[in-house]
């Protein structure tokens, strides 16, 4: 777009920039892209009176202390570690209820145990809509300071022992057939999954309230001091979620925005009326968290027997309909999402309809929302990603109708920020990394080495200036690697171009020429990688040149692996799903679960299997061997 021209574009690009949002931008090929008229009007608007966030120099509350996060000891100075990941809710086990579960994690804690790994990562446990169960994106929260309830291993809640009717239910041969059913499926069914666990936990919570509330046993009063204690902050989204059943009950609206206005200020008196007139179902959710709490914590006291232990994700933002949206409300942009604009995966952007804060009522709260929601996360690891990391510096905002190519960067105050992720850090002893893909803010990485924040870093995206794979030795000291992610193709996939075809099913390319040029570099990308490894003896004998897609060559996985394994980064990761070679992504960015299965695929092996399988157990010897 040519530079403006007229007095009144001038006029509005400098109140842009003014507010903080920057009126061009440089993609990802270093091309500079110049904010749309329209795009600037609607940024401008949504900012509105919040006003823009001051420098540091003319705000002491902008300005940088500069604190470092925490590094454990098996990461510091020149230690290195391994650790291997999987998506929880795909975790296959002979008892889970269709989806993995908090006992599952802790069998995937026990492999990494007495596999010498550090870590043990996982998606995002944050939770989702539980009247839309099949809205399923870990990405896309409720609330990122609550935990979802699917998750629970109902039949480990110490009340299943006791309660006669739940044991009933879940002995009963229609349950059994159904869990046999939700246990079989090769898609996690959520509607299916959510129902029969939601059944057996209002059960548990009769029982509760009627023998260990009422008889003030030691567990009820423990359940009391929690409401009051660290429990107290889950009070606000125990109260929406029982507004929002109360409305599905009544098939009514159940998104916040559109609720009668006394029932849309999370600290009215409305609301607070609702909570009192309804006080068991918000107990009710609150008993459910606490459950879910305390399994957590049991998994992750016994990951502390790890050098690092669980290595959680946190998601860039929450859904505008669901309860962080509606408790921040005050803080919020509206009529715009956040996003990413086009690179080479998603040449078409990406909108992930996530809701942003505006930066200047963040930084009047203190920044709280985001100490709050790392608090959350950090509470029970020892390491966490920060998804989109540069979410922390900028964000990506698209008007409301827009396509996301149309969006443009907001500034937040990066320092003061990493200041915030710094102290929960050191507060929780939890290392951090830094998911800094795509369109990079200048000076970034020095940005995150400075604070200790771990860069991320993919085999994918590791080349030299010709296109060539990095070598191994020059991969970054302060990074994670890893082969891949859950929004890209799999090893096995990325080598039959599977994430090409499958795009271009979807209409996912801007045009036919863009696809045939990815096709082309595919072809030259296997030569590549197979010439990277073989240059640094990683390269099985068996393989030998062959760059058609038919299948993966036996090995290579393991070859990739071992080469992560030897580069200087403090933490290398393998994914279970490249260790089986799995073909399907777990997530295709800009499709939506009618069109590609999304958030659901289970693994191929049951996790009893894992430490039987000749393929993980040479992927963890050959990262043992590379990293004692």
């Known amino acids: 777009m040519p530079a403006p021209t007229n007095v009144a574009d001038a006029a509005l690009r400098a109140r842009a920039e003014a507010l903080g949002i920057e009126t061009s931008y440089l993609d990802v090929a270093g091309v500079r892209k110049e904010a749309p008229r329209a795009t600037l009007e609607a940024l401008v608007a949504a900012i509105g009176d919040a006003g823009a966030v001051p420098s540091p120099a003319d705000d002491p509350r902008a300005r940088a202390d500069g604190s470092r996060c925490f590094l454990p000891d098996a990461i510091a100075g020149t230690?290195?570690?391994?650790?291997?990941?999987?998506?929880?809710?795909?975790?296959?086990?002979?008892?889970?209820?269709?989806?993995?579960?908090?006992?599952?994690?802790?069998?995937?804690?026990?492999?990494?145990?007495?596999?010498?790994?550090?870590?043990?990562?996982?998606?995002?446990?944050?939770?989702?809509?539980?009247?839309?169960?099949?809205?399923?994106?870990?990405?896309?929260?409720?609330?990122?300071?609550?935990?979802?309830?699917?998750?629970?291993?109902?039949?480990?809640?110490?009340?299943?022992?006791?309660?006669?009717?739940?044991?009933?239910?879940?002995?009963?041969?229609?349950?059994?057939?159904?869990?046999?059913?939700?246990?079989?499926?090769?898609?996690?069914?959520?509607?299916?999954?959510?129902?029969?666990?939601?059944?057996?936990?209002?059960?548990?919570?009769?029982?509760?309230?009627?023998?260990?509330?009422?008889?003030?046993?030691?567990?009820?009063?423990?359940?009391?001091?929690?409401?009051?204690?660290?429990?107290?902050?889950?009070?606000?989204?125990?109260?929406?979620?029982?507004?929002?059943?109360?409305?599905?009950?009544?098939?009514?609206?159940?998104?916040?925005?559109?609720?009668?206005?006394?029932?849309?200020?999370?600290?009215?008196?409305?609301?607070?009326?609702?909570?009192?007139?309804?006080?068991?179902?918000?107990?009710?959710?609150?008993?459910?968290?606490?459950?879910?709490?305390?399994?957590?914590?049991?998994?992750?006291?016994?990951?502390?027997?790890?050098?690092?232990?669980?290595?959680?994700?946190?998601?860039?933002?929450?859904?505008?309909?669901?309860?962080?949206?509606?408790?921040?409300?005050?803080?919020?942009?509206?009529?715009?999402?956040?996003?990413?604009?086009?690179?080479?995966?998603?040449?078409?952007?990406?909108?992930?309809?996530?809701?942003?804060?505006l930066p200047a009522r963040l930084r009047d709260t203190g920044f709280a929302p985001i100490a709050a929601m790392l608090r959350a996360a950090m509470r029970d690891a020892g390491a966490v990603r920060i998804d989109h990391v540069m979410g922390l510096v900028r964000q990506f905002w698209i008007p409301r109708g827009a396509p996301p190519a149309a969006g443009a960067y907001v500034r937040y105050p990066r320092d003061a920020l990493f200041d915030v992720v710094a102290r929960e850090s050191v507060r929780a002893r939890c290392a951090v990394v830094g998911e800094d893909l795509g369109t990079l803010p200048q000076g970034l990485p020095q940005a995150l080495a400075a604070r200790a924040i771990l860069s991320y870093r993919l085999l994918y995206f590791e080349r030299e200036a010709n296109g060539a794979f990095r070598r191994s030795a020059d991969y970054p000291r302060d990074a994670l690697v890893a082969a891949t992610t859950h929004d890209l193709a799999t090893l096995a996939g990325w080598w039959r171009g599977d994430d090409i075809a499958l795009r271009d099913d979807l209409g996912l390319f801007p045009s036919q020429a863009s696809r045939d040029v990815q096709r082309r570099e595919r072809v030259d990308d296997r030569a590549r990688l197979l010439a990277r490894l073989a240059a640094e003896g990683f390269l099985p004998a068996a393989v030998d040149a062959p760059t058609t897609p038919a299948a993966m060559p036996p090995g290579l996985a393991l070859a990739v692996h071992r080469f992560l394994a030897a580069t200087p980064s403090r933490i290398a990761v393998a994914q279970v799903d490249d260790m089986l070679d799995v073909r399907e992504q777990m997530n295709v960015p800009s499709t939506t679960d009618d069109v590609h299965p999304n958030w659901r695929r289970k693994l191929t092996l049951p996790v009893e299997d894992w430490t039987r399988d000749p393929r993980i157990a040479r992927t963890f010897a050959a990262l043992r061997a590379e990293r004692p």
Not at 170 to 186: I, K, M, N
Not at 255 to 266: G, H, I, N, T
Not at 295 to 315: E, F, P, T
Request: glycine content about 8%.
């Open 79 to 357: 230690g290195r570690a391994w650790g291997f990941a999987a998506a929880l809710y795909a975790v296959r086990s002979s008892r889970n209820w269709g989806i993995g579960d908090f006992t599952d994690l802790a069998a995937l804690v026990e492999i990494a145990r007495t596999s010498g790994a550090a870590l043990v990562g996982i998606n995002p446990l944050h939770r989702l809509f539980a009247d839309r169960p099949e809205q399923a994106s870990p990405y896309s929260p409720s609330d990122r300071t609550a935990l979802n309830a699917l998750y629970l291993d109902v039949e480990a809640i110490p009340e299943f022992a006791h309660c006669t009717a739940a044991r009933k239910l879940v002995e009963s041969a229609g349950f059994t057939a159904t869990l046999a059913s939700l246990r079989a499926s090769t898609l996690v069914d959520y509607t299916g999954v959510t129902a029969a666990k939601r059944a057996v936990l209002d059960l548990l919570h009769t029982h509760f309230h009627d023998a260990e509330l009422a008889g003030d046993t030691p567990r009820g009063r423990a359940f009391r001091a929690w409401q009051t204690g660290d429990g107290a902050a889950m009070r606000p989204v125990a109260i929406f979620e029982t507004i929002r059943g109360a409305r599905a009950r009544a098939g009514e609206i159940l998104d916040w925005r559109d609720w009668p206005r006394e029932l849309r200020d999370a600290a009215g008196p409305g609301v607070a009326a609702f909570a009192a007139a309804h006080s068991l179902e918000v107990e009710r959710h609150e008993y459910v968290e606490w459950c879910a709490r305390e399994q957590l914590a049991a998994v992750a006291a016994k990951a502390r027997a790890l050098s690092i232990g669980l290595y959680l994700d946190v998601a860039v933002g929450a859904d505008p309909a669901g309860a962080e949206a509606w408790r921040t409300a005050s803080l919020a942009a509206r009529d715009v999402a956040i996003g990413a604009p086009p690179d080479e995966f998603n040449p078409l952007g990406q909108d992930w309809g996530l809701v942003p804060f």
